[in-house]
């Protein structure tokens, strides 16, 4: 997914045109629209548009008159100061909110600062990756300590100490990312001019199944020639005011954003991340922003769902709100969004809309559990976006925590929230289930009643004859029999083989009538199951090509497999394989419906039975299937597996013919279709 974000925002930047800026001293005014689209993901994981979540609103260009060198961070002070670290001049620049400069310093002290990090008292430390050191200045910017690779053992004699990013919690304990340390976090505290204090957050080596299997074989030797699998280095890191640090990592997936607990466990896993993070920022409302080195920015809230995801690359126009690249980024009080641009030398600022002022609030309302607060603001979102799917989440769960389950339960609906809907729909249950329990009960006692009679009826007055008589004369009929013949085949596979290969108990005219009635079930249950099981989209019908899709594969399968049993001395008649392979789909005729109602009645709880009875199902088919091959073509068990796999692959290459055939065609079409072109045009002047 995060390839296909990335080409849909590149996409859809470039034809948006900024409506105008004006250059006005040291900063550039945005106008109304942005220069890029806004982008979420909906409740299907799919990326959707919706509206602009933030404008641009102005750029720091300059520091009074002094243009940047390749700032690489910067942070802000109780947002009445900017700290910007100029690592092309080797000092910290500070400015006010506008842009304006206050004093510098670190002049002939750093070397290569790479990172910076400034406490609300104006204590600032900075991460100089030359020098090899941390200097820490107090608030008029005269040094006060400097901090150098540790000396305990723990740290590592082998390793070297190259700060590149730096954090300090309220005590003064510092964390540190050093280059090519893949042992995680380097923490230090202040005691006694610098106390290492051990690694944190270290992130975990990746290998899968076959790397692990391979490494197993080979020698000593080999595999200290195989890349060596260690983990990565964090690429930024941020610090809220609980104390709590954010990672990120590229190339480190649903793990590239951490939010590390004290213990440095990971508390947080995002499904849509980006490609190549830059920085990190923790937000006012218990959410957390990422931006990417190529400007696009990603804001999650505290559970890891992305919000929101805009901005991007600057095309060579210098517009406002789009980047070079990102360094670093950084949120204010009043929850304007600053970034910082190495290139440009340059701090990007965007502003929130109105929608997403209304959002945050819900946000932090929510996360705090005052939830009959946040539906005030939740209702104002969704009255701008009645389908944004976090706002419907958030306020299916603010109904639940009322006690309104029918509009939790909507809510969840359209958010797509299966767990909220299955906490809503236990509590609906269980109410219908105490308000009609004692008709339950006597329903099922007027069952057994009847049940009693009728069979006492029976045996005194024979009630039942005429309706078993009436019964038997249909089952004579020889479609009928061809049908309930697939009730025998289902339980005496072997015999039901024989039956079809020598017996002709069935015909194609039944075996089609199968093929009818499971493509009809198949449909009804795509698109009418219940909402915890369904995997499509509501209200999204394409049911000729469903039934394309099952007569496709059902050639090619039937074709293909009596291609290769012909071919290896098979017994089978094309028929007598058609009609095998259909009736072996009789359990899905009779387990689908029964799976189709237990869906519409069950929670999260129960769902194991509706997924356990769906895994019974297909091995169930499985095994007929198996066993129907074997005996229609009077095959042992291994030829039967060598037709099986000789079958896939003979589907598959089949398949890669039925392309190269398509490919080909569209190529001569456009020919043909640009040669009647020209010739059109050639008569027509």
Request: proline share 3%.
């Amino acid at each position: 997914m995060k390839n296909r974000f990335i080409r849909i925002i590149k996409s859809a930047i470039l034809p948006i045109v900024l409506a105008g800026s004006v250059l006005t001293g040291s900063y550039l005014q945005a106008f109304a629209d942005a220069p890029y689209k806004t982008y979420t993901v909906d409740g299907y994981g799919s990326v959707t548009e919706t509206q602009t979540a933030y404008l641009p609103y102005k750029t720091i260009t300059k520091i009074g008159e002094e243009t940047l060198l390749t700032p690489t961070d910067f942070t802000l002070v109780n947002d009445e100061f900017i700290y910007i670290l100029d690592s092309g001049n080797a000092r910290v620049v500070v400015s006010d909110m506008e842009g304006e400069p206050v004093m510098t310093f670190g002049e002939g002290i750093l070397v290569a600062p790479k990172g910076i990090y400034v406490t609300k008292d104006r204590t600032t430390y900075v991460a100089d990756r030359d020098a090899k050191a941390i200097f820490v200045f107090d608030k008029e910017g005269n040094l006060t300590n400097t901090y150098t690779k540790p000396t305990e053992a723990m740290y590592g004699d082998t390793l070297d100490f190259l700060p590149l990013k730096i954090v300090a919690n309220k005590s003064g304990t510092m964390y540190v990312v050093c280059e090519s340390n893949t042992n995680g976090i380097v923490q230090i505290s202040p005691v006694e001019g610098g106390t290492f204090l051990g690694y944190f957050g270290t992130n975990a080596t990746k290998a899968n199944i076959w790397t692990i299997i391979w490494r197993a074989i080979l020698t000593d030797a080999q595999r200290a020639k195989m890349q060596s699998n260690i983990p990565a280095t964090p690429d930024n890191m941020a610090i809220d005011d609980k104390g709590v640090i954010y990672t990120i990592t590229r190339g480190e997936k649903n793990d590239t954003l951490k939010r590390l607990n004290i213990a440095g466990v990971n508390m947080i896993e995002t499904t849509d991340y980006p490609d190549i993070p830059a920085a990190v920022a923790a937000g006012n409302h218990d959410n957390v922003f990422v931006a990417t080195q190529t400007g696009f920015i990603y804001e999650y809230n505290n559970e890891g769902d992305l919000l929101f995801m805009f901005g991007g690359s600057d095309d060579g126009k210098q517009r406002i709100g789009l980047s070079t690249k990102v360094e670093a980024i950084q949120i204010g009080l009043d929850d304007k969004i600053y970034v910082l641009d190495s290139e440009k030398a340059q701090i990007q600022i965007y502003e929130p809309t109105e929608f997403t002022a209304y959002l945050h609030n819900a946000l932090y309302l929510f996360s705090k559990g005052r939830y009959e607060e946040s539906k005030e603001p939740l209702g104002k979102v969704l009255e701008m976006n009645n389908l944004f799917t976090y706002a419907n989440m958030a306020m299916g769960k603010a109904l639940y925590k009322e006690g309104d389950y029918e509009g939790a339960l909507l809510y969840a609906r359209i958010a797509k929230d299966t767990d909220g809907y299955s906490d809503a729909f236990w509590e609906i249950r269980n109410v219908w289930l105490k308000k009609n329990l004692t008709w339950i009960a006597i329903l099922i006692i007027v069952i057994v009643v009847l049940t009693i009679l009728v069979k006492f009826l029976q045996k005194k007055k024979n009630i039942l004859d005429k309706p078993k008589t009436f019964l038997k004369k249909i089952g004579e009929v020889k479609i009928v029999k061809q049908l309930c013949y697939s009730f025998y085949f289902i339980r005496h596979p072997i015999d039901g083989s024989y039956g079809i290969k020598r017996e002709g108990k069935v015909s194609v005219l039944s075996a089609n009538i199968i093929l009818l009635i499971g493509t009809v079930f198949y449909i009804i249950n795509k698109y009418f199951c219940g909402f915890l099981t369904k995997t499509v989209r509501e209200g999204n019908f394409d049911v000729l090509s469903d039934i394309g899709m099952i007569l496709i594969a059902l050639i090619a399968v039937v074709s293909c497999n009596y291609l290769m049993c012909t071919i290896n001395d098979g017994e089978g008649k094309f028929k007598d394989i058609y009609c095998s392979l259909i009736y072996c789909f009789t359990p899905y005729l009779i387990l689908t419906p029964i799976l189709f109602i237990l869906s519409h009645i069950v929670s999260n709880n129960e769902i194991f039975f509706v997924q356990f009875g769906s895994i019974c199902m297909w091995v169930w088919i499985a095994v007929l299937i198996f066993i129907s091959i074997q005996e229609i073509n009077n095959y042992t068990v291994g030829e039967t597996i060598k037709i099986i796999l000789l079958t896939v692959f003979t589907i598959l290459i089949v398949a890669l013919l039925i392309f190269i055939i398509y490919v080909l065609w569209s190529q001569v079409f456009d020919f043909l279709q640009s040669i009647f072109g020209e010739v059109v045009y050639r008569i027509g002047s």
